[in-house]
């Protein structure tokens, strides 16, 4: 139970406003079996605007109406819509504003729904370790996972995580101990052995390079409180790719106010302080060093550390799925508890593209 109310806990204040306010929730639902939710967020120019029927299946379930105050991506959806079971299209008919020009459109989408395989990870009847286990048996070409502390020979992962405690002065997240139990990759990617955890400060002058003074040095390419988070912070899970990246715990927390840093989210409020000791996950690489990407809720408060690190896995793992295979092909996933944000623009007045981008490499902001 206690997991079960981990990661549903950053999911409360939105979905209680979804059901209560946002347009589109209550007539979608209505009636019929509903597998899961969908959110469509429109990326148009500001002041520009689109009105269109939401079509499931040949049923219009909801309207979408939306008028663009800030640019590029929001958070919040601008409608959100029930995902019958077994849906086979989706279509949206309507107009759309472009620089005071309007213009019909009407385009049809065939749906592919991801829930075959990600289903695992959603598997709220069973421990967070045990759905990543069967996450990695549906995608085994993707992740790795044995049992075994691959840091033991080292220093035996309950020691490892005394030392790091101390060094943090804060108790660690009881998940993140979980992982000291267990050697996991996704691609070349993976999270570090209990023995190689360690300070985002030690991981940036070791590993990655990076000097702490000097032209390119840390206290010049980073700002004074963006220093401090990397002094303080645990990295977890490092990325190798194009760059490098890692995923990391600052045990103060998001300052309130504080920009999340993510991609497209332009007019948020900021973070919001989250519970006591609980801390802040966030995103760092090389290409914006100076600007980790907080992981925040849909109330802009820190996720729980079992939305964070299941974050990983849908970054990293679940993103190679859903890339449609056709122009006409909507990629779904109704085993997502979140509604899947849908991203809307339009590749001129009459062609609107749609598309799946909840698991995007981008996309913190989800």
Do not use: C
Request: avoid cysteine; hydrophobic fraction near 40%; proline fraction near 8%.
């Amino acid at each position: 139970m206690a997991q079960r109310r981990s990661i549903l806990a950053g999911l409360s204040g939105w979905l209680g406003a979804l059901m209560a306010g946002v347009p589109g929730m209550a007539a979608s639902a209505a009636d019929g079996a509903t597998a899961g939710r969908a959110g469509i967020h429109p990326w148009i120019e500001v002041g520009d605007s689109v009105a269109a029927d939401v079509i499931v299946d040949g049923k219009v379930v909801a309207q979408l109406d939306h008028k663009a105050t800030h640019p590029g991506l929001k958070k919040p959806p601008a409608l959100v819509f029930a995902l019958p079971a077994g849906l086979k299209r989706v279509r949206l008919k309507g107009t759309v504003t472009i620089g005071g020009k309007a213009s019909q459109f009407d385009k049809s989408w065939k749906v592919r729904d991801m829930a075959p395989f990600s289903a695992p990870l959603y598997d709220q009847g069973k421990p967070w370790i045990e759905r990543i286990r069967g996450l990695a048996k549906k995608l085994e070409d993707s992740i790795s996972i044995e049992p075994g502390d691959g840091g033991a020979k080292k220093k035996p992962a309950k020691a490892a995580f005394a030392d790091l405690e101390k060094s943090l002065g804060a108790p660690l997240p009881p998940l993140v101990k979980v992982l000291g139990d267990w050697q996991i990759q996704i691609g070349d990617s993976n999270f570090l052995p209990a023995a190689q955890m360690g300070k985002v400060t030690d991981l940036l002058l070791g590993d990655w390079g990076y000097k702490r003074t000097g032209a390119d040095g840390l206290d010049k390419i980073l700002p004074p409180a963006v220093r401090a988070r990397y002094d303080r912070s645990l990295a977890v899970f490092v990325e190798v790719g194009d760059g490098l990246g890692a995923l990391a715990w600052d045990p103060a927390g998001a300052t309130p106010g504080e920009p999340p840093s993510t991609w497209g989210d332009k007019g948020n409020p900021g973070a919001r302080p989250g519970a006591p000791n609980e801390g802040v996950w966030y995103w760092l690489h090389q290409d914006h060093i100076a600007k980790p990407e907080l992981l925040l809720d849909d109330d802009y408060r820190p996720k729980s550390t079992e939305a964070a690190l299941t974050h990983v896995f849908q970054r990293f793992a679940l993103s190679d799925l859903d890339s449609p295979e056709a122009d006409d092909e909507l990629v779904v996933d109704t085993a997502n508890p979140r509604a899947n944000l849908l991203q809307l623009h339009f590749d001129g007045p009459r062609n609107p593209r749609l598309w799946l981008r909840s698991y995007d490499y981008h996309y913190s902001l989800y």
